[in-house]
């Protein structure tokens, strides 16, 4: 009797999770992948030409700042494993691979000048592996390891990057475009400027707040207009590709539904999302950025805005510089409008001026930034419709991290249900969603967090010489969205 009532209650339970989850298939042209980066997975860091970039530098001089002391200088040993890697992509089914290039393994002085062949030749061969295997490439060209000499000549905030990415963005369309469809130039570009440059809080560390990362920004956006026209005039009738940038934001959810909060939470995703988005989809700088930094740097003292501005034919040159759209996200914030700061010392944060919280109610998993709320995504991918003009988008990452105490990894398979039954919702709400990224194919370096944090859908042993690699329970559940296009048992048309 006892027994037979529990059974019922989690049959209950159980039916009503199910229930939940949108039970339409994905469309059969829909593109499951997953993701890593070079840095986080490559190791090798010195071996055959490679020259140094400002990860190997930061966590060399600043092992402090790292978990553990860790570093890249191994990792997954992908740049000896990559077949183990294509293996596993090869039993998760996906599509296509996400991962980057090493812009120092190709180009050791990070200028054209010196071709490093061996590092050609290992992502030749990476490339060559997943066509073998029938998977497609999807190639970022900057994950945040720049080139050590180019940050000793002002890295990001110098003009003259702008040129040098373009020359490393040529050379390698040249180079692998031939089997490349789809192509990213930059990886979360606010995490480069905002971190790198602005608050100094990752490399290459750099604090300058208020301006470091706004003449970044300025920068990047020029490197990747440069880009996608070199490109579209030079590569894509051979070619045939598409190029866009993947950049990240959180759901900006109004702490109330108060007209002010409301408004702090549009302003939020303006300066986080559309202070990169807005001159690539729309055109130049959000106005609400445009409009703030300026009184305030003048209010600060200074003789012009902070923010630099585009000449009207930097405008024109910059927008719609993308053949699809890239996001990546993870979780969502509660955003309440305040008070203006005094004018005082120039910073971001005060430039933008919301509040911003996590609610306790939010599922929380190892990392602290990341608070599980699916329903954020299907929010962004309306407001992404309605704000740019509804573009085919790719989700180029999107996953939960666990502390590595067990392959049970129960919560993940949750993760990515819910996420993707929220994605498929925004689908049926009419938002062009064509593919979506698991972040991460395995655990890897997560930056400043080292490897204490675990993406992965496998679990790779860092203490064993050969980075062992593991499936956790994810990987047959993941496997199984990506053979079935449905995310429960049985689905819809
Ligand atoms: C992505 O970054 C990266 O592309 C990838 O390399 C990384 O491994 C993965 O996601 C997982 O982190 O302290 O409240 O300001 C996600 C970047 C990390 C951006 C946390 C915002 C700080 C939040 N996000 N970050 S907060």
Known sequence: MFLGGFIFCCLFVISIAQDETNNKLFPEHFLFGAATASYQIEGAWDEDGKGENIWDRYTHTHPELIANNDTGDVACDSYHKYKEDV????????????????????????????????????????????????????????????????????????EFVVEAFAEYARLSFELFGDDVKYWLTFNEPKQTCLD???????????????????????????????????????????????????????????????????????????????????????????????????????AEGFNQSRLPSFTDEEISYISGTFDYMGINMYTSILVEAVDEVPVGEPNYNYDMGIKSSQSDDWESCSIYWLKITPWGIRKLLNWLKETYNNPAIIITENGVTDDGSTLEDEQRVRFYRDYLSNVRSAMEDGVNVIGYTAWSLMDNLEWRQGYTQKFGLFHVDFDDINRTRTPKISVAYYKKVVETHCLVDTCEE
């Open 87 to 158: 293996a596993m992509l090869k039993e998760l089914g996906v599509d296509y691979y996400r991962f980057s290039l090493s812009w120092s393994r190709i180009l050791p002085t990070g200028f054209v000048n010196k071709i490093n062949l061996p590092g050609v030749t290992y992502y030749k061969n990476l490339i060559k592996e997943l066509k073998d295997n029938g998977i497609e490439p999807l190639i970022t060209l900057y994950h945040w390891d720049l080139p050590q000499p180019l940050q000793d000549l002002g890295g990001w905030t110098s």
């Open 196 to 298: 790198g440059y602005g608050q100094g809080s990752t490399a290459p560390g750099i604090a300058s707040p208020g301006l470091g990362e706004y003449i970044c920004a300025h920068h990047v956006l020029k490197a990747h207009a440069r880009a996608w026209h070199i490109y579209d005039q030079e590569f894509r009738t051979t070619q045939n590709g598409q190029v866009s940038i993947t950049i990240d934001t959180m759901w900006c959810e109004p702490a109330t539904d108060s007209e002010e909060d409301v408004a702090a939470a549009e302003k939020a995703l303006q300066f986080t999302y559309g202070w990169y988005a807005n001159a690539i989809y729309n055109s130049d700088y959000p106005e609400i950025m445009k409009t703030r930094i300026a009184e305030r740097s003048l």
